[in-house]
């Protein structure tokens, strides 16, 4: 006979996310939510550091993507850095738009060398249009 698939529905979320914040993701709020991949070579510390594979356009992952409609919702402007905010934590990051982006998604490859100062892969952040003075 066949067998059928076991899914579990119950939620597992990062350690890092409180139940707070699970909750306002439910309650449809406007949040901006960080999503993105393991890039090409992050998947480890070797490749990490490996600079041929640095040096190669593949491990160009230093950057926020958002869909284009987010320039007018997020009020960004001709911003074309942006002040990523999670938790505590903030970053100054380069800024690109593509329609492949989900609106309320902010694309941001997990494993890089700007992500790692953030909180949880997968989680709300913040945005704010970055300063040409801001280095951090």
Known sequence: ???APVF???VVAS?????????????GEDALWRVGVV???GGDSLQR?????????????AYVVLHPSA???LDLGRADRVRVIQGSERVIAPLRYDDGVPPG???????SCLSS??????APLELEAADAEDDR
Do not use: I, Y
């Open 105 to 111: 998604a902010a694309w941001l490859p997990a494993t």
């Open 8 to 10: 579990d529905e119950s």
């Open 1 to 3: 006979g066949q067998v």
């Open 49 to 61: 550091r490996s600079k041929p594979l640095q040096d190669t356009h593949h491990a160009e992952n």
């Open 117 to 122: 100062r953030l909180g949880a892969a997968w």
């Open 39 to 41: 890039p090409m070579f």
């Open 71 to 73: 320039r007018e919702a």
């Open 15 to 27: 350690p890092e996310l409180d139940d707070e914040t699970l909750a306002s993701a439910d309650d």
